[in-house]
């Protein structure tokens, strides 16, 4: 009977010790705030890349997907170099990030970008209808869904910058 008093002490200690509260759970979490500082000034900076290219202040871009730079591609790689920052490359942790950052950065270039040109074709098309055809009236479909290679790069440099800037303040 001892040896479980001395457990669930020992166990009671460490638990006592931990914080399960939400407000220390972030600021720990060097990581998931890198990540989220990356999304975040990756939505707000395409204010001013839409209004660089369109001459135009559109709102709505800080929350669409697609458009310079990616905030897909800032977002894991921010987590990926957190992640090697903090622990190290040779993790469990950090083999994950790489291989999410991979697959989310091939996406965003390639089926998400093609998506988003077959929409733009397909709406061109519909465009063209006569109107009296059911689909002349349809909604058209959102085009900008995938990011050109540069918008990728763009994101992952953004991401690096924003790991960095969270690790340096910590």
């Known amino acids: 009977m001892r ?3 001395e457990v669930i002490t020992a166990a009671d200690a460490y638990s006592s010790t931990q914080s399960t509260s939400p407000a220390s759970f972030l600021p720990s979490n060097i990581p998931l705030l890198a990540a989220f500082l ?6 707000f900076l395409k204010l001013f890349t839409t209004w660089y290219k369109e001459k ?3 709102s709505k ?3 669409d997907s697609g458009g310079m730079p990616s ?3 800032a977002t894991v790689t921010a987590l990926v170099v957190a992640i090697g920052l903090q622990e190290g490359t040779g993790g469990s942790a950090f083999a994950i990030a790489v291989v999410l950052a991979c697959v989310v950065m091939y996406d965003a270039s390639g089926v998400r970008l093609h998506a988003g040109r077959q929409a733009e074709l397909l709406n061109q098309i519909v465009c063209e209808f006569p109107p009296e055809h059911p689909l002349s009236s349809a909604r058209p479909l959102r085009d900008s869904l995938g990011h ?3 918008q990728v790069i763009a ?3 953004l991401g690096c910058i924003a790991a960095y800037l969270m690790k340096n303040s910590n």
């Open 61 to 63: 871009r800080m929350i």
């Open 3 to 5: 040896f479980m008093d």
């Open 71 to 73: 905030s897909h591609s």
């Open 38 to 43: 990356a999304f975040a000034l990756a939505q």
């Open 148 to 150: 050109t290679p540069l």
């Open 56 to 58: 135009r202040w559109d």
């Open 155 to 157: 994101g992952a440099v």
